[in-house]
């Protein structure tokens, strides 16, 4: 199943904005709480180095884009309805937010860094909310609700894992599956916490609070998007987010979304996540749209060296999902598919993954028939056990493909 990450945060710090920036998809944007009622889907796209450059060769990308030898790889965002205090009881839209962002792999917490809107979103003087607040909000509530449901059924299922002298992980997987968390997952809390897993029914409500927390924090790592990083109150308020330990984005999902629009209608060149923009059709420029343009550039790139909504994406799943591309051939020596296309597919997988489970990635009758692989560059054969590389080319060779 592809990794989701999601869009999360109270209402009406830019969640819809980031995600029509980041998917160019529309959808409605207001400066009231809850304009997102219902979640959204889009595909985004993360941008990495294409090995076209590296191995001289002009590629024709098909899963995928390549642009002036930037590789953009597609990937799925749910833009989630917002979250407000009490939504782990059903307040605001606390259940449909829940049940949508258990789907996540990720989280990509957006808060407002300039201060300007109050616990559940309504408008208030620039710099006067912390968004500190905002995101321990949110773990606040994710974390009761996932407390919630660990706790239903919990002393018939601690009483079956000690009368089975078996761990409670192995209990408690079907139970949290749906929420795609795994066995590993409980496995590497209970480790963390250094909790028996053989007597999990002897553990006080604080235990099994800080397993929750540590759960969540494992299986649905997170990464704070600091938006409305062009005002001036935010600089201060992403250094405290920062030195509150958390992995910090500074956005701007506006100019993000002006700049992409603009792209998308040929008068300006820019690429997402590019740290400035070349202006080819001046004379279709309004003043205003040049000034709105000149303070993008002043306000957030230069300030920033990108409008941070790119960089999001790509930490969260380069770094908290922990994937790396990986592009298949099937002709080692020209790099090609059987149609002659160069490079045409880039795949996401998670790092760790061996030359075999690439093989199933693509095909699962290639996994089946899987005889060896060959990095493309050196020639080289590797076996199954291979554990492949950032930016590696491979070909899977396989009994299937010989009779073929």
Known sequence: MPPLVGLVGKPNVGKSTFFSAATLKIVEIAEYPFTTIDANRGVAYIRTPCVCRELGVEDNPVNSLCIDGVRLLPVELIDCPGLIRGAHRGRGLGNKFLDEVRRADALIVLCDAAGMTDDEGRPVPPGSHD??????????EFDLWLLGIIKKDWERLTRRAESAREEIGRHLESKLSGLRITREHISQAIEHLGLDPYKARGWSDEELLRFTRELRRISKPLIVAANKADRDEADDNIERL????YRVVPTSAEAELALRRAAQAGV??????????????????????????????ERVLKRWGSTGVQQTLNDAFFKLLNMIPVYPVEDAERYTDHQGRVLPDCYLVPRGTTAREFAAIIH???????IYAID?????????????????????????????
């Open 131 to 140: 968004p500190i607040d905002d995101v321990k909000m949110f773990e606040e």
């Open 242 to 245: 920062r030195d509150a330990g």
């Open 364 to 370: 699962s009758e290639l996994a089946e028939s899987f």
């Open 376 to 404: 493309a560059r050196t020639k080289r054969r590797l076996g199954e056990d291979y554990v492949l590389r950032e930016g590696d080319v491979i070909k899977i060779v396989s009994a299937k493909a010989r009779k073929a």
């Open 268 to 297: 300006i060149k820019y690429t997402p996540g590019d740290p400035d923009f070349e202006v080819l059709q001046p004379e279709r420029l309004t003043r205003r749209q040049r000034r709105a343009l000149e303070m993008i550039r």
